[in-house]
């Protein structure tokens, strides 16, 4: 009897503790209808916007990027809606190949068609080649809602610099940390 007094309080953290931390992911994406998944910064993560990013495996970090990690430009891409025209902090840059693609989401949905950004990098067995358009890949990205482990076709190719960026939407969204990707010709400088 005196086991199960001690061992309630326990429980009763666990299950708490359980319930707080799906809680805050569920809750990670309100507010991003466009199904992207990344982080959204703090007040504190906003004030250190030059902090390095999250590297991915693989890709080689940019010699002479067009902007510099820790420099401000204005977003021209309207990947997801508020992007177009917000000002960027650049979080990393590096030079690869980025890839625009077309797939069906794994949880079923409608088609995905010219989805910019995916990198060499996460394309599963990607060596140094290059992907030619129609070419059949499976993707290791996750940065969209059902797109790991996903067959894609690739829609188009193009060897350049690549930067992952924090912005807050135009349209009064919650500030995105990490965005993944832009390339130098979807920024305009300040």
């Known amino acids: 009897m005196k086991t199960i007094k001690l061992l309630l309080p326990l429980a009763a953290i666990v299950l708490l503790s359980i319930i707080a931390t799906a809680c805050a992911s569920s809750g990670a994406d309100k507010g991003d209808t466009?199904?992207?998944?990344?982080?959204?910064?703090?007040?504190?993560?906003?004030?250190?916007?030059?902090?390095?990013?999250?590297?991915?495996?693989?890709?080689?970090?940019?010699?002479?990027?067009?902007?510099?990690?820790?420099?401000?430009?204005?977003?021209?891409?309207?990947?997801?809606?508020?992007?177009?025209?917000?000002?960027?902090?650049?979080?990393?840059?590096?030079?690869?190949?980025?890839?625009?693609?077309s797939y069906l989401p794994s949880g079923g949905g409608k088609r995905i068609t010219d989805h910019k950004w995916i990198i060499q990098e996460e394309i599963k067995g990607a060596g140094k080649a290059v992907y030619e358009p129609g070419a059949e890949v499976t993707l290791l990205a996750d940065h969209m809602t059902g797109m790991r482990g996903v067959t894609a076709i690739i829609d188009s190719a193009e060897r350049t610099t690549v930067y992952m960026v924090n912005y807050t939407p135009v349209n009064g969204g919650k500030r995105v940390h990490d965005y993944k990707w832009v390339t130098e010709s979807e920024l305009s400088a300040e």
């Open 34 to 101: 466009s199904g992207r998944v990344g982080s959204v910064a703090s007040a504190a993560e906003a004030a250190n916007e030059a902090a390095p990013a999250t590297r991915p495996p693989g890709p080689a970090p940019a010699e002479h990027p067009e902007f510099a990690v820790g420099s401000r430009a204005y977003l021209t891409a309207e990947h997801v809606p508020g992007m177009k025209g917000a000002l960027a902090t650049i979080a990393s840059a590096y030079d690869t190949v980025v890839y625009s693609v």
